[in-house]
Nanobody, 126 residues
Framework: VQLVESGGGSVQAGGSLRLSCVAT????????MSWFRQSPEKEREGVAA?????????FYADSVKGRFTISKDNAQNTLYLQMNGLRVEDTGMYYC????????????????????WGQGTQVTVS
């Protein structure tokens, strides 16, 4: 599956951004998708994840609960991350991930579970 992110940028603290990830590939590979972020000071962190098909399940990292919202438009094959109340510590490269070998354990915040990654989109909060 191929993933292409967009929507990153530079914003002031308290601002908002919406990230998008267009996914192409078989439908199974797109059932469990997630957003990760990484900065030079931190390891790659699972931010939010979603499993769809026969209902949906969602995971959020504690650091973004109440501020970020993950959603998926299956018709458009697009994953979104709405980010409100952005903080300086949200700065980083944001990656879309998909293509898990098994849906057991989804939604997952473990980077090793995902086989496909986008190129990333930079988010800078000042």
């Amino acid at each position: 599956v191929q993933l292409v992110e967009s929507g990153g940028g530079s914003v002031q603290a308290g601002g908002s951004l919406r990230l998008s990830c267009v996914a192409t590939g078989n439908a199974y590979s797109r059932k469990c998708m997630s957003w990760f972020r990484q900065s030079p000071e931190k390891e790659r962190e699972g931010v939010a994840a979603i499993t769809t098909g026969g209902g949906s399940s969602i995971f959020y990292a504690d650091s973004v609960k109440g501020r970020f919202t993950i959603s998926k438009d299956n018709a458009q094959n697009t994953l979104y991350l709405q980010m409100n109340g952005l903080r300086v510590e949200d700065t980083g490269m944001y990656y879309c991930a998909a293509d898990v070998e098994s849906l057991y354990g989804c939604p997952s915040d473990a980077a090793g579970d995902y086989g496909s990654w986008g190129q990333g989109t930079q988010v800078t909060v000042s």
